[in-house]
């Protein structure tokens, strides 16, 4: 499979799933603290070279391609894709290339070799920088890791917490279903700050 028809399919997959995302996502919910405790954030994506390339585009040629998905127009989607990663990638691949066709089109030995010597030169270059941006990648990597750990252990806390509390949250949340949407914001906690007994005690008192 070639970077243009990867690049395709993923601009189609990413559109495709964030318009589901947007239909499916839940609407919020006035829900006490004690029943829904504020869970870890969500961990940051890494980015693929498909996201530093639609980086690049402007607004308008961004607003283009998702016409273009919108309208199903994939052959047309397919050579404006190919289009802008021409346009787009780094010069180091575009030297690359051109070296490529001049030495393809050289006619005496010794042109080829001194062309030659100046595409190799050039692909150490573009291999330097793959390499600096898989170097990149491995750092954030690991960046992940260290935010993955942390939010497994902020998960395992907060599955023990509520499974130490979940005859109190069960009741809570019954109650709450069970009284007037008017009346609900007076079941809620006192925010941090302000005066009131702790969750708990006023859980107990309105028993």
């Not at 793959?130 to 599955?159: C, G, P, V, W």
Request: proline share 9%.
């Amino acid at each position: 499979m070639n970077k243009t028809l990867m690049i395709f399919l993923s601009a189609v997959l990413l559109l495709g799933a964030a318009a589901m995302t947007a239909q499916e996502a839940p609407q919020k919910s006035n829900v006490p603290a004690e029943d829904m405790p504020p869970g870890p954030p969500p961990m940051p994506r890494m980015k693929s070279p498909h996201d530093y390339f639609m980086e690049k585009l402007t607004p308008a040629e961004r607003d283009e391609i998702t016409k273009l998905i919108r309208e199903k127009k994939f052959p047309e989607l397919k050579t404006r894709m190919h289009e802008l990663f021409m346009k787009y990638r780094p010069e180091e691949d575009k030297r690359v290339s051109t070296l490529s066709e001049k030495y393809l089109a050289a006619r005496t030995e010794e042109e080829k070799a001194q062309i030659r010597k100046e595409l190799e030169a050039a692909i150490r270059i573009q291999f330097a920088k793959r390499m600096e941006f898989t170097k990149r990648n491995i750092s954030d990597a690991e960046e992940q890791l260290k935010t993955a750990e942390k939010r497994l252990k902020r998960l395992k806390e907060h599955y023990e917490r509520n499974q130490k509390k979940s005859e109190e949250i069960i009741q809570m949340r019954l109650k709450w279903m069970c009284t007037p949407k008017s009346e609900r914001r007076k079941l809620r906690p006192p925010r941090d700050g302000r005066k009131g007994p702790p969750p708990q005690e006023r859980f107990e008192k309105q028993k």
